[in-house]
């Protein structure tokens, strides 16, 4: 049998018949591969639950964290519910499925390039990438709605029962720290949340300002303090590999059909491949 890989994905934008496409289309290269979901599969609960299920049945394993998109509560929504309960209602949809989530053990790539401890998280963001470091939130985010760069989270990814996002992320920071700390140390971990965990790759946005949704500054320091091997991330549909403090960022989005029909556009279809690490 061939070699198997742990592969990664993200933002595939399923509302788009496109991207239904190339979910549909998305095979492993060989029997044991696992795939990597990195948010924002899609708005309805009904395509989310399409998704999840057409790329559960084709891999070995799918690891799932939430993007924005998922936790939004459109009006067109059959599932009515909002911010805490609508992620706890997907997380029971993913362990249906048999789909690992940020709630679950975390599980071990054993393959080649492994042992590795996949860590599926589940963050958000506080709006403390700001453009202006000398802005308060509140300064930030008035610039932001000036500029007329306002992140549709606003309007539809509810934080219930918490009174906003940021508390939100700075729960689910304090959770997933103290998961974290009883680790074994010498384990090898791949990170994974919709969201970069250091800021450098949004340095490059068209619109800075956007930034303010795009992770917080309370992960800066996850990739030295923790034995990262990598860290996937999507949300910002700008597909590439960087490297932050010796660590391997993988960017692995797919997009929107008018981002990725650009030529110069690299989306990332076949997935990524996270292990065993190959350089290109
Ligand atoms: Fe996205
Ligand atoms: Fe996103």
């Not at 930030?140 to 549709?152: I, M, R």
């Not at 034995?227 to 993988?250: D, F, K």
Request: proline fraction near 9%; glycine fraction near 6%; charged fraction near 25%.
């Amino acid at each position: 049998m061939d070699q198997a890989h742990l592969l990664a994905i993200s933002d595939l934008h399923v509302v788009h018949p496109e991207n239904r496409k190339i979910v549909e289309e998305l095979r492993p290269s060989s029997e044991g591969d696992w795939l990597i979901v990195a948010g924002d599969v899609g708005e309805l609960s009904t395509d989310i639950a399409w998704a999840l299920e057409t790329l559960s049945r084709n891999f070995a394993k799918v690891i799932w964290v939430p993007g924005n998109h998922e936790l939004w509560t459109p009006k067109e929504d059959p599932l009515p519910l909002r911010g805490v309960a609508r992620y706890e209602h997907l997380v029971e949809l993913c362990r249906s499925l048999g789909v690992v989530t940020p709630e679950d053990p975390y599980p071990t790539w054993e393959g080649a390039g492994g042992p590795v401890t996949v860590v599926p998280l589940f963050l958000l963001y506080d709006y403390t990438f700001r453009p202006d470091p000398g802005h308060s939130r509140k300064e930030a985010l008035e610039k932001a709605y000036e500029h007329g760069v306002v992140c549709t989270d606003e309007f539809l990814l509810h934080p219930d029962p918490y009174p906003t996002r940021d508390a939100w992320c700075a729960a689910r920071l304090e959770e997933t720290e103290a998961r974290l700390a009883a680790l074994p140390a010498d384990a090898r971990l791949v990170l994974v949340n919709h969201f970069p965990l250091v800021r450098e790759p949004t340095r490059i946005l068209y619109y800075p300002d956007f930034a303010l949704w795009c992770g917080t500054e309370r992960t800066a320091d996850w990739l030295t303090r923790f034995n990262v091997e990598a860290m996937v991330y999507g949300h910002l549909h700008i597909p590439r590999t960087t490297w932050h403090e010796g660590v391997r960022c993988e960017e692995v989005s797919v997009g929107y059909p008018r981002e990725w029909r650009r030529p110069q556009h690299k989306r990332t279809v076949p997935p990524r491949r996270i292990l065993p690490y190959q350089a290109e």
